[in-house]
């Protein structure tokens, strides 16, 4: 009998390399904050106030330049960058798991309560979260953990419905009909069965689901209802730079060359995630 050899895994084309390695370096960037950033973010300096990057004709104290307050770009980016990534982060965590549970619930109780959850569902849905955070930001105020939890908004319904979905077809099984015929506990095998093989289902999920609320706090903090002075953001200091177009495109443009950057390379490795992971895809 003749041997067929298996076609090898495809590796990792290279612009997701670039992508990856890029959100490794903001990651890094984030974790190390107070060790490689050469400046204060909040030290104001009036007197160096608008100066352009060194690319721009600029000085090396302020390879980046600096704001209209005199703070130095290069400090607020890092420190931006680390604001942005941490409450984005927290953000898609607990959208995650709210969504999850939800779901979880909804598929393994269904009937009236099956029926609450996704209608609350499609009451998230119908409503974007950018509207709702208006709302309970202008009602309750911008404390830090209100914003987080108003972040996490963002597309928790779609783990409700994912979590469901996949329950409800993991519950029919073969494997999970035999385990039951074995004696083991619903519990047991919601733990030990069910939630990790949907598991890999729920990582794409947050990959994806990460740029957004990256953009969604970004567009709060650049409105003014995010992130307050004398803390920063890139949403912020997108925001605080608008008014400087003309005069210093730096303050606003570096910012937002660096949320592009990220929702664009987050982007790129959720969609390679999920066609490495999703067995349906074809490769």
């Known amino acids: 009998m003749r041997m067929v050899a298996r076609a090898p895994r495809p590796g ?19 974790l190390l904050a107070p060790l490689i950033a050469p400046y204060d973010f909040a030290t104001q300096n009036l007197a160096r106030r ?17 704001d209209n307050l005199g703070r130095d770009i ?9 604001t942005s990534i ?29 029926e609450a959850i996704m209608m609350l569902v499609d009451v998230q849905a119908a409503l974007p979260a950018f509207f709702i955070a208006i ?39 073969g494997y999970i009909r035999a385990v039951e015929a074995l004696g083991a506990g619903r519990l047991r ?11 890999a289902p729920l990582i ?18 650049f409105l003014g209802l995010g992130i307050q002075p004398p803390g920063t ?18 303050i606003a443009v570096l910012p937002g060359a660096l949320i592009f950057l990220t929702t664009l390379s987050m982007s790129q490795f959720g969609d390679w995630l999920r066609d490495v992971l999703d067995p349906t895809l074809d490769r």
């Open 204 to 221: 794409v999920q947050m990959s994806i689901t990460f740029p957004w609320v990256i953009l969604l706090e970004s567009t709060l903090s």
């Open 86 to 114: 941490a409450v984005a982060l927290a953000g898609t965590l607990i959208g995650a798991v709210t969504g999850t549970f939800l779901g979880y619930i909804a598929a393994r109780f269904r009937g009236w309560l099956d």
């Open 135 to 173: 709302a309970c930001i202008a009602l309750i105020g911008t404390e830090i953990w209100i914003f987080v939890v108003l972040v996490s908004l963002e597309g928790w319904e779609r783990y409700t419905k994912l979590v469901r979905g996949l329950v409800l077809s993991q519950m029919g099984a």
């Open 12 to 30: 990792m084309p290279w612009p997701i390399r670039l992508a990856a390695g890029f959100l490794v370096a903001i990651t890094l960037v984030a």
């Open 50 to 66: 608008l100066r352009p990057p060194v690319f721009w004709g600029g000085e090396w104290a302020h390879p980046l330049g600096t």
């Open 189 to 199: 095998i919601d733990l030990r069965h069910v939630l990790p093989n949907i598991a």
């Open 233 to 250: 953001s890139l949403g912020q200091m997108l925001g605080a730079g608008r008014n400087y177009l003309l005069q210093a495109w730096w």
């Open 74 to 82: 290069l400090s607020r980016l890092i420190y931006g960058i680390r």
